[in-house]
């Protein structure tokens, strides 16, 4: 039956994470708002750790993760890094990534597919047409707004000579878009494997391969053909 109440944190983590983006790019602009935001992100695994202990605490069982978090902890005082204060929030933000891979990896059998798959399905589908949405517009659109211009020194990515924007973010900052596609294989595979409708796995890969077009990920559209 899996644990309802594990996969109802998975979910609120997910939206929390997906959704931050959205709040830090349109909605507040400001840099110690969506610092303060993006703090409250890197604080999520400890809900894992006050709502069930348990799975939480299972985490130590693979050999790996330890493993990992020594790792981490090793590089944050690489002398190269330029103060103390970078390691240790590399250990913060990478650490976030890899704990919730882990976390499922470690209660699997309690997190029931029915349970998630369908808003991650929404989301991902989601992502696609508001890329479209985006692809439309020109770059000076307050779609296509970047939260951090100053980064790629006001250059907004086009499509070659193109007035067309490259799809670079939607609901994330810079780049994320392109992590989205990579995700969407893996999520394409595993739903093929769970012997989910030949419909919704053609429409989810038709669908990457849309955003790739737009977004000119070359390592997605290779990934997803690799299926």
């Given amino acids: 039956m899996g644990n309802r109440r594990l996969v109802q944190t998975f979910l609120f983590c997910f939206f929390f994470t997906t959704l931050s983006g959205v709040l830090r790019k349109w909605v507040f602009t400001s840099p110690t708002v969506g610092n303060a935001i993006f703090g409250l992100q890197l604080l999520l695994p400890f809900v894992f750790f006050l709502v069930n202990r ?3 605490g299972r985490l130590f069982l693979n050999t790996a993760f330890p493993l990992y978090l020594l790792l981490l902890v090793a590089e944050a005082f690489n002398p190269l890094n330029r103060t103390i204060y970078h390691g240790l929030l590399g250990i913060l933000i990478h650490s976030y990534f890899w704990l919730f891979i882990f976390l499922y990896l470690q209660n699997r059998e309690e997190i029931a597919i029915d349970f998630w798959i369908w808003p991650v399905l929404l989301v ?4 696609i047409v508001l890329g479209m949405v985006q692809y439309q517009q020109l770059a000076t659109s307050f779609i296509n707004y970047y939260a951090n211009l100053e980064a790629v020194s006001g ?3 086009s499509v070659g000579k193109s007035v067309r ?3 670079t973010d939607t609901f994330s ?3 994320g878009y392109g992590a989205f596609l990579l995700f969407v294989p893996f999520l394409v595979g595993y739903i093929f494997k769970q012997g989910y409708s030949p419909n919704v ?3 989810l890969m038709g669908a990457g391969l849309v955003g790739c077009f737009m977004s000119g990920s070359r390592g997605g559209y290779l990934y997803l053909l690799s299926m």
């Fill in 54 to 56: 348990k799975a939480f």
């Fill in 173 to 175: 900052y810079i780049g």
């Fill in 124 to 127: 991902c589908f989601a992502e």
């Fill in 155 to 157: 250059n907004i990515a």
């Fill in 201 to 203: 796995v053609l429409a």
């Fill in 165 to 167: 924007v490259r799809v």
